[in-house]
Nanobody, 120 residues
Framework: QVQLVESGGGSVQAGNSLRLSCEVS????????MGWFRRAPGKGREFVAS????GFVDSVGGRFSISRDNARSMVYLQMNSLKPEDTGVYYC?????????????????WGQGTQVTVSS
């Protein structure tokens, strides 16, 4: 059974950084794109970043960077220059394909999420 466990969330002031981690178990990690999504209070799930064999994409103008350690089955999200609007629950997701995707329906396994709160 595939499991994704996020960690690294917390409360920080605007301008600071956080690094989220996601550990994947129970599945072949290689060959699948990985993604990060978030859900802000009162809003729908939003794409943040995705990484696959061919590279990565993100939606936050370069403030965040996604990386993966295939040997450890880990995915990371480095978040810099955090803003209050980055507040939300961040979810790690495992994709069905090897290519990056911004679409949540291209991901078939999800973690429970980790809370990120950024105060001004």
């Amino acid at each position: 059974q595939v499991q994704l466990v996020e960690s690294g969330g917390g409360s920080v002031q605007a301008g600071n950084s956080l690094r989220l981690s996601c550990e994947v178990s129970g599945s072949t990690f290689l060959g699948h794109a990985m993604g990060w999504f978030r859900r802000a209070p009162g809003k729908g799930r939003e794409f943040v970043a995705s990484i696959g064999w061919s590279g990565f994409v993100d939606s936050v103008g370069g403030r965040f960077s996604i990386s993966r350690d295939n040997a450890r089955s880990m995915v990371y999200l480095q978040m810099n220059s955090l803003k209050p609007e980055d507040t939300g629950v961040y979810y790690c997701a495992a994709g069905m394909y090897s290519s990056t995707s911004r679409r949540d329906y291209d991901y078939n396994h999800w973690g429970q999420g980790t809370q990120v709160t950024v105060s001004s």
